[in-house]
Structures are given as C-alpha cells and as structure tokens.
C-alpha cells in the first residue's frame, strides 16, 4: 500500500480556505485516495475520496493532478468546527485495506 | 437507527487478564474492520475482515484475536501477550461494492492497570 505523507499540523482563521496536501509517490493504478475527518475521543469521518482531476461535495474539494502522486484536499470557508485532525489515506481497490498516517492536525482560530 | 455500536465506551481491566471488545452493525456491510489509536497518533489496523468466517492480519495484529461468526458482528480480543493494551480502539465496517467509505463506531477506551 502507498504511504502517505502529509503535515503536521496548520493553522488557519475563520473563513478562509484551508487546503491540505498529501504525498503519496507510490501509489498503484487501482488505488483510489480518500480523506476522514476526525475530532477527539470520536471516530474518523468519511470526507471525500477521489481517484483523478477534481472531486467536490458540499463540505469540501479534492485536486489530484494527473500523475496522481499527491492530492490536495480544499475545505472552503472554514469554522472553528473545522477544528479536527484530517487523515489522507490510499485505498486497495482489491482488499479495502486503508493505511491511516498521522494526520494533519488543523487548528481553526477565531 | 443503522450504524455501528461499540461497547463499552470504558473498561478498565488487570493485567495479564483477557478482555473482549463488542463491534455490532446493522449496515449489512460485508467488510468490518478493527483499529488502534494511541494519543496524538494515527490510527493503526489491527485486523480486518471482508467474509464471513474469514479475516486477516493488519499491521499490529500480535497480542490480538478476532472472531467473524456472524456478518453483523467482529468482536476483538485483547490477549494478556499484548504487551501495550492500553488504547482507543475503533471498529468500522465497509460496503465492498461501494466507494472507500468506511462507518466508524464510537470506539472503546480500554485502560489496562
């Protein structure tokens, strides 16, 4: 399975955009990339997921350019809700695998 | 009501005791899953099922047994050979013909003393 890498952590005000960037180089034909959302104590969250271009739903946007070796997860507009850990994982479209990295903690201030 | 239920929210447990983690869903999803988190850490795949009477290693199975007796229900097992058991642990389950969208349940923090 393709390992991802993603930041730390951001930080970021109300209303703005907030986009978030993965790595994940070696990442096979059938894999499709997804992201959770996840606040403490609770489980993650299903975002969006995507396999190539742009994907968009109503909390939020996915970039993945043509080579698919990254993706860009765009949170438009965001509140201090927002506040959580966000995970980008790639799925095995064979096993349904997901490999879960650190996460990017984002922390949304007033 | 369809999700996933995890029970309890709490247990505390004596080391060197076994204890065993209920994981139900009504979401007739094929594919169940079970996760360890520690604090400020990701989440880590301990095992997984997509079958009935079937499962598989994940990445940090040692220390732990799984059953897959019924589709509804996964429950894991944390023996007294894991050495670290104290944790958060998540169960979520799958619909295989679907996206990636896995359901997670509320999750157990188990405390082991």
């Known amino acids: 399975l393709a390992k991802t890498t993603q930041p730390i952590s951001m930080d970021s005000y109300e209303g703005q955009e907030v986009n978030i960037t993965c790595s994940h180089n070696?990442?096979?034909?059938?894999?499709?990339i997804t992201w959770y959302q996840q606040f403490p104590s609770q489980g993650p969250r299903f975002i969006i997921q995507g396999y190539k271009t742009k994907v968009t739903n109503e909390v939020a946007s996915l970039f993945i350019p043509a080579d698919r070796k990254s993706s860009t997860l765009s949170l438009p507009r965001v509140s201090l809700s927002d506040t959580a850990v966000y995970y980008c994982l790639v799925g095995s479209s064979n096993t349904g695998k997901l490999i879960f990295g650190q996460g990017t903690t984002l922390q949304v201030k007033p | 009501d369809g999700g996933i239920t995890q029970s309890p929210k709490y247990l505390f447990r004596k080391e060197g005791q076994n204890v065993t983690l209920s994981c139900e869903q009504n979401?007739?999803?094929?594919?169940m899953y079970w996760y360890r988190q520690d604090p400020g850490q990701g989440l880590r795949l301990i095992y997984y099922s997509q079958i009935v009477n079937d499962f598989q290693k994940g990445d940090i199975a040692e220390g732990y047994s799984v059953s897959r007796e019924k589709k509804e229900s996964f429950p894991l097992t944390v023996t007294s050979a894991q050495k670290n058991p104290t944790a958060f642990y998540l169960c979520?389950?799958?619909?295989?013909?679907?996206?990636?969208?896995?359901?997670f349940g509320p999750g157990t923090r188990l405390t082991v003393t």
């Open positions: 979520a389950s799958r619909a295989l013909t679907s996206s990636y969208e896995q359901y």
């Open positions: 070696n990442i096979a034909t059938n894999d499709y």
């Open positions: 979401l007739n999803h094929d594919a």
